[in-house]
């Protein structure tokens, strides 16, 4: 899912470091909250490797950004745990 603006941002700056490394040529992309539509062309017939490869840097890439957040949010002294008894 993309969440944010960051989130889209990444799944764009990803999705272009795959086609260049793949060579191929994206001729369309709708991004939706929770899904999107590529229009891809692969010259080399390498899309099943390509995207296994793009998904797996884009949940890299989002779950940085999410550990960051959390650990940001656990040293802030304004922020206390909620427990069982909030």
């Not at 899912?1 to 700056?13: I, T």
């Not at 990803?14 to 899904?35: G, T």
Request: aromatic share 6%; glycine share 2%.
């Amino acid at each position: 899912m993309l969440e944010n603006d960051k989130d889209r941002k990444a799944f764009l700056k990803i999705l272009s470091m795959a086609a260049k490394r793949y060579n191929w040529i994206i001729h369309a992309y709708c991004l939706m909250d929770d899904h999107r539509h590529l229009m891809v062309e692969t010259p080399n017939g390498n899309l099943s490797l390509g995207m296994k490869q793009f998904k797996r840097s884009l949940h890299a890439e989002i779950q940085q950004d999410v550990q960051h957040a959390t650990s940001s949010i656990s040293k802030n002294p304004n922020v206390r745990e909620c427990n069982k008894e909030c």
